[in-house]
């Protein structure tokens, strides 16, 4: 009996030893807006977010060099125990995830994960819109990629979709400037040209991350009877639904209710950015990407 005992206990501590946090990978900032609401709806799991702040903005960026770096910082969550990891940035969504998933992670570990947050968001969109027409503000990387008129198509070939790169926006957000009326003449510009081109848009879709600090300001240069769309929440609902259809992956994320912040530039201006995004004071660590 007592044997018995001694090997049911290195059972499991073996089994609590191969938990680990949920990764949570952006290229800069925006994806704590995702992390944000992933963690208003699933507090008790252990969270490690890695910003390449470093290496950002990825959205100009070609396919291989965005690909290449997210794969990197994928890697880099795995070697911190992760078992799943979400990338919080839509160009990575855009144009690495797919390549990640077929590509690399059979020969990685057939057992470990990678989700995206463009798919999350276009399940939804079928039961927003009215009109049929729905517009996407985005990166010019996930502009180019068609992602998301690729995605909607899938699930609902008669919705029209019409696309607006803004490249401007993520600058604005992360140097602090969105509050003044330089922004305002950027974020108007865009959304003027996106409704010249479809004027029957009921719907838009922030497709970046750094979107959502702009949404109070975008909404109120918008004609009424359009909804915007921020993805935080979406992802975080499609995060709970896959956790809840794979209890084996859910038993590989552990519960301590803890977040690890990692940046590859400054932990400082990180903090100071960090804090803005979420509201509340927090402690980065300096990570460097191999």
Known sequence: MLLLREAFFLHRTKLMSNTGPIGVFDSG????????????????????????????????????????????AVSALFDQGCSLVILACNTASAKALRTIQQKDLPSWNPNKR?????????????????????????????????????????????????????????????????????????????????????????????GCTHYPILADRIKGFLPEGITVISQGSYVASSLKDYLKRHPEMDANCSKGGSVKYLTTESPQRFTQMAERFLGEAVIAQHFVIA
């Open 29 to 72: 900032y925006g994806g704590l807006t995702i992390l944000s609401e992933i963690r208003k709806l699933l507090p008790q799991y252990d969270y490690c977010y890695l910003g390449d702040n470093a290496r950002a903005p990825y959205g100009s960026r070609s396919f291989e060099v965005i690909y290449e770096f997210t794969k990197q």
């Open 114 to 206: 990678v989700l995206g947050v463009i798919r999350p968001t276009t399940e939804m969109i079928g039961s927003i819109t009215k009109s049929r027409h729905v517009g996407i503000l985005a990166t010019e990387g996930t502009i180019q990629s068609f992602s998301y008129n690729l995605e909607i198509a899938k699930l609902f070939p008669d919705i029209e979709v019409t696309g607006e790169a803004c490249p401007i926006w993520v600058p604005l957000v992360e140097n602090c400037l969105y509050e003044n009326e330089g922004a305002d003449y950027f974020i108007k510009q865009n959304l003027s040209n996106i409704l010249a081109k479809d004027s029957l848009i009921d719907t838009l879709i922030l």
